[in-house]
């Protein structure tokens, strides 16, 4: 067998990748990580709000949305929520937990991907940006991978390329590409953790409230999550409707709690009790921003005081508030979009390694799987714990 250029070769110099990278070279591998981009690590960078929320202390098998659930245990119990708290400590880097469990750096995102460049020089990793990857082959037990730094061989290859989110920072479809090169199934892909989009009247309404956001419960079938929830000039916003979105299929209506701490109607009941003469719109702003109660009156064609309603205009109110039944028309697409759902089908790798069952010596890792966490830390989680258990096994 031909001596290769590289024990591996790691195409995609993202969270995964690195990690990848760091734990393949701390085992003596001789690894080369390369990257079609030209700053490291791009998805990090501009990760929660510059701060990157890089992980989160609830991340289990159930934060996970996959068409094998099982398949992420693996790995997520191989490399742990701690022992990437563990690493971050060894790095003197400060952070902080903000809500539901999420990490986030006190200083910046920057810290995150210099401690992995860090890792990666320290395990003696080669590494490349702004290379571009031609045509892969396999032959004969090795790997040749043209790039514009000329052929390279390998044992083993791993595609850490990640989705087809945010396609302004790279993102493209070559990990998919690669995988139906080599005859693996993938998942079909749609944007997840992405706004909705609305049309008509309802569009008009988001419009006039772009900015407002409250807290709120969002639901789909037995799904949900109690999260902000903000109305943009496009539709809907916010980690409610974010998270949601990755649960929600083209033509299903989602129902909208805006005050789910609270009973309106019988808020109301007690007003119109109480305080007869007060009025409708006044008393909802009692409990919701100022626009928002008068956009709900607006569309519920309610006004006055609240002694000329019945009890079944109270009810619509109320409703309205507590139980808001809306079909988005869509959502925005990757070009927002956290992350990508889909992906190389999960029945093709071994949860254990990460190897494809069929391609030997084949590895994905990341985002590039149909494996896609919760917003808050679960998708870093998912890149920390994938990325290492391939670098165990390259």
Not at 179 to 184: D, V
Not at 280 to 291: F, N
Request: aromatic share 8%; proline share 3%.
């Amino acid at each position: 067998m031909m001596k290769c250029d590289y024990d591996v070769i790691i195409i995609g110099a993202g969270g995964a990748g690195m990690m990848c990278a760091a734990e393949a070279g701390k085992r003596g591998r001789k690894v080369w990580l390369i990257d079609h981009a030209k700053k490291l690590a791009e998805k990090i960078r501009i990760s929660g709000g510059g701060r990157c929320n890089f992980t989160n202390l609830y991340a289990c098998p159930e934060t996970y949305l996959s068409q094998n659930p099982h398949f992420c245990k693996s790995a997520l119990k191989q490399y742990t929520v701690d022992d990437f708290i563990d690493l971050v400590e060894k790095h003197g880097i400060a952070y902080h937990e903000k809500t539901l469990g999420q990490l986030f750096c006190d200083g910046s995102s920057q810290q995150i991907i210099d401690m992995l460049a860090r890792e990666c020089d320290d395990a003696g990793v080669q590494r490349e940006m702004e290379t571009q990857v031609g045509a892969i082959k396999y032959n004969d037990g090795h790997y040749v991978i043209e790039t514009s730094q000329g052929p390279k061989t390998c044992e083993s290859l791993v595609i850490a390329t990640g989705g087809l989110s945010i396609p302004k920072i790279g993102a493209t479809s070559f990990g998919f590409d690669i995988a139906k090169q080599f005859g693996l199934n993938v998942i079909s892909t749609r944007a997840g953790l992405v706004p909705l989009t609305f049309q008509s009247d309802l569009l008009e309404r988001c419009k006039a409230m772009s900015g407002l956001s409250v807290e709120a419960t969002v639901m789909q079938d037995k799904t949900a999550f109690n999260e902000g929830l903000l109305f943009t000039h496009r539709g809907l916003s916010g980690p409610s409707i974010l998270q949601i979105s990755s649960y929600w299929d083209e033509g299903e209506a989602i129902a909208i709690n805006m005050r789910p701490d609270m009973n309106i109607l019988e808020e109301l009941q007690s007003h119109k009790s109480k305080k007869p003469k007060q009025n409708i719109q006044t008393i909802l702003s009692d409990y919701l921003p100022k626009r928002l109660a008068q956009s709900i009156c607006e569309d519920q064609r309610v006004e006055g005081n609240i002694a000329e309603m019945s009890d079944n205009t109270l009810k619509r109110l109320a409703d309205a508030v507590n139980a808001w039944t809306v079909k988005p028309d869509g959502t925005e697409g990757y070009r927002t979009a956290e992350v990508t759902l889909g992906g190389v089908d999960t029945n093709e790798l071994s949860s254990k390694t990460m190897e494809a069952k069929n391609q030997q010596g084949l590895y994905f890792i990341g985002e590039v799987i149909d494996v896609t966490g919760h917003l808050g830390g679960f998708n870093f989680q998912w890149a920390w714990s994938s990325g290492y258990v391939a670098g165990q096994n390259v």
